[in-house]
């Protein structure tokens, strides 16, 4: 049973950064699909970012970000320590969510493709 924890959130000015982490522990999920997903109050779990492995695994992995956070949002894995992260640069105020760690073995873009869930992680951006 693989258990998703994150951190890494918290209060930031417009234009700051942050970087949220999801360590997994009961289990490696270094070969799983995982997500990032958030949801703002009122609205729906929406997918931020997935990575996600090929068919053929020496193919390697690739990852998905939503459009709203291309170019400002950055995954990345290090399976050393079974722990994923987003980097979250030029935050803006829309940005403000739950952030939450996903991870399946076949994940996708919907958050129904993903057994594994952390907690959440509040960030707020302050205008």
């Known amino acids: 049973q693989v258990q998703l924890k994150e951190s890494g959130g918290g209060l930031v000015q417009a234009g700051g950064s942050l970087r949220l982490s999801c360590a997994a522990s009961g289990g490696t999920f270094s070969t799983y699909a995982v997500g990032w997903f958030r949801q703002a109050p009122g609205k729906e779990r929406e997918c931020v970012a997935t990575?996600?492995?090929?068919?053929?695994?020496?193919?390697?992995?690739?990852?998905y970000y939503a459009d709203s956070v291309k170019g400002r949002f950055t995954f990345s894995r290090d399976s050393a320590k079974n722990t994923v992260y987003l980097q979250m640069n030029s935050l803006k105020p829309e940005d403000t969510a739950t952030y939450y760690c996903?991870?399946?073995?076949?994940?996708?873009?919907?958050?129904?493709?993903?057994?594994?869930w952390g907690q959440g992680t509040q960030v707020t951006v302050s205008s």
């Open positions: 996903a991870a399946d073995e076949s994940g996708g873009l919907s958050v129904h493709e993903y057994h594994y």
């Open positions: 990575n996600r492995w090929r068919s053929s695994s020496w193919r390697g992995s690739y990852t």
